[in-house]
């Protein structure tokens, strides 16, 4: 891949972000509506980039026709220990989470109500999950660290992965607990990109960020059921 694709890569990847923030924060649509910007945004737009630009298929592209579940061990494991950390440093830092004010967000401004939150939790899990696995690994990661721009590749898409989740709890949170959880999102996404690089696609990261959401939409449950 030349160095016009990675630019065109990084450009689309900054765009996409900052009209998904605009799409979350700005104009405050419902769930269903950003979900619909987000399988736009984060899937159609690269597979036809793939598919139409880059001219290669799909499946040889994302390097998934062949799985060696040997290869998916590392995720799995890394996701029993997401499990364990979500739910410790909630229940340490719960007193300073204003959870009122994250569940009246998720009512109000997302419309989401305890009778479909399952339902929203389950696409969160599985779904959302290989949305963002598929963009900012398969897509923007793995796509530049096969270039000479490794050390760019971890550092760009693991940036980008913490920066974009700040439209999800920029109002959820106080400064000082959104830069923390900017710079664990860092971290997972340092940790995502590595585990990639041991198979070769984004099945690792994907399978470790389905454990953790496990974990997230738990809390999530445990929140809407004592509220």
């Avoid at 597979?47 to 040889?60: C, H, T």
Wanted: hydrophobic share 60%.
């Amino acid at each position: 891949m030349n160095k016009k694709h990675i630019t065109t890569i990084v450009c689309l990847a900054i765009i996409s972000c900052i009209l998904m923030f605009v799409i979350e924060q700005v104009l405050q649509t419902t769930y269903f509506v950003k979900t619909l910007a987000k399988i736009f945004v984060f899937l159609f737009i690269p597979i036809a980039y793939i598919r139409f630009v880059l001219k290669e298929n799909i499946l040889d592209f994302l390097n998934v026709k062949h799985v060696d579940l040997k290869r998916l061990r590392l995720g799995f494991l890394f996701g029993i220990a997401a499990i364990v950390i979500v739910i410790t440093t909630f229940l340490l830092l719960q007193d300073y989470i204003n959870t009122d004010d994250i569940i009246s967000d998720l009512k109000t401004r997302l419309h989401i109500t305890p009778e479909i939150y399952l339902f929203i939790a389950a696409y969160i899990t599985f779904g959302n999950s290989l949305l963002e696995e598929f963009y900012f690994r398969g897509f923007i990661f793995l796509n530049i660290y096969q270039t000479n721009y490794k050390w760019f590749a971890y550092l760009f898409s693991a940036a980008l992965f913490a920066v974009y989740h700040v439209a999800i709890f920029a109002t959820w949170f106080n400064r000082w607990l959104i830069l923390l959880a900017l710079v664990g999102l860092f971290i997972v996404g340092i940790i995502f990109n590595w585990l990639n690089t041991k198979s070769n696609n984004f099945l690792n990261s994907w399978l470790l960020h389905i454990l953790a959401d496990i974990a997230v939409v738990s809390i999530g449950y445990y929140l809407f059921q004592a509220s």
